[in-house]
């Protein structure tokens, strides 16, 4: 289902991004999202086919881009729920443990600060 109009998403995807995603999808199956919290393959999202990246309560569904679920953690949450995550794609290696990584690219997670208007209807504020 689109969002509406007015409905403020927290995450988003550039077409770029969803032509990946639309790529990956034809070859894996369903995918799903997990934004890295750091460590050994940085702060990537990464994506996995679905079911195996076991998520739990200490996870926070952000939504969806391109039918996949995109997830981050809580704690990491906190730190970005003023902003707005705008997935991209940009040449060159992911995460190895990511599904993009043999198509010689990788995703990106940019942002953008909520407007005070934004943060009211997400009720941030």
């Known amino acids: ?5 007015n409905e403020v998403r927290k995450v988003v995807a550039t077409d770029a991004a969803l032509e990946l995603i639309g ?24 994506c996995y086919p679905l079911g195996e990246f076991f998520v739990g309560d200490s996870d926070v569904l952000m939504g969806e881009i391109g039918g996949a679920p995109f997830y981050m953690s809580k704690a990491q949450y906190e730190y970005w729920k003023f902003t707005q995550l705008i997935i991209d794609v940009v040449p060159g290696r992911g995460g190895m443990f990511s599904l993009e990584g043999p198509e010689g690219k990788r995703f990106l997670t940019r942002s953008r600060v909520f407007t005070e208007e934004e ?3 997400l009720k941030l504020l």
């Open 1 to 5: 289902m689109a969002p509406e109009d």
């Open 119 to 121: 943060q009211r209807k």
């Open 23 to 46: 790529l990956l999808r034809s070859k894996h199956g369903p995918v799903m999202f997990h934004q890295s919290g750091g460590c050994c393959d940085g702060s990537s999202p990464m």
